[in-house]
């Protein structure tokens, strides 16, 4: 099984809709969660972390954290044409930030 | 203006000749660390470290050698390059493991 894992996608959703992005992890003992969007040729950037079971948000992002079930989400309200990127998935492991491979998001106008 | 700066940001090369891919944070963050990001594999970490003089392998460090002898420093070195060495690679740093800030990236192709 995978450290971390998403579904690569692409994920297509209509302006305005809602965009659920998933995110699964194998070690039950990681404490801290972390999203990254990543635009096509750049770097990636830091959007929402989540350290406990829960809802966080933050403007229109909502991160989602189920230790339970050991899953994390991404929800975007009021999908943007300029949302489209790649979101990464990341988790804590002691010292180092393990990522998934990433869900790419398609938001048509 | 808060940056993580790589250089070069392109570079092609041939294998078996030194190079060495520089990084600099103006931040005074602790902790720095290296990626490559490759198509299908994702980001996958080769070195990080959480102070000067401290480091550690990440999850493919086979034919990279990091330093850390300044704070604000964290060289990558490949030290006889090879074309499976071919790829995207980012510095980032942060106060501590997680929120990082990325460099541009820097590609790297090894002929």
């Known amino acids: 099984q995978k450290e971390v894992e998403q579904n690569s996608g692409p994920l297509s959703v209509p302006e305005g809709a809602i965009a659920s992005l998933n995110c699964t992890y194998s070690d039950r003992g990681s404490q801290s969660f972390f999203w990254y969007r990543q635009y096509s040729g750049k770097s990636p950037e830091l959007i929402m972390f989540?350290?406990?079971?829960g809802d966080k948000e933050d403007g229109r992002f909502t991160a989602q954290l189920n230790k339970a079930s050991q899953y994390v989400s991404l929800l975007i309200r009021d999908s943007q044409p300029s949302d489209s990127a790649t979101y990464l998935c990341?988790?804590?492991?002691?010292?180092?930030?393990?990522f998934g491979k990433g869900t790419t998001l398609s938001v048509s106008s | 203006e808060a940056q993580v700066t790589q250089n070069p940001r392109y570079l092609i090369t041939v294998t078996g000749k030194k190079l060495t891919v520089t990084c600099s944070q103006n931040m005074n963050h602790e902790y720095m660390s290296w990626y490559r990001q490759d198509p299908g594999l994702g980001l996958r970490q080769i070195y990080y470290s959480m102070n000067v003089e401290v480091t550690d392998k990440g999850d493919v460090p086979e034919g990279y050698k990091v330093s850390r002898k300044e704070k604000r420093n964290f060289p990558l070195i490949l030290e006889s390059p090879s074309p499976n060495q071919t790829s995207l690679y980012f510095c980032?740093?942060?106060?501590?493991?997680?929120?990082?800030?990325f460099g541009e990236g820097s590609r790297l192709t090894v002929l």
């Open positions: 989540i350290y406990s079971n």
């Open positions: 990341a988790v804590k492991r002691g010292t180092a930030l393990i």
């Open positions: 980032a740093s942060s106060p501590q493991p997680g929120e990082l800030f």
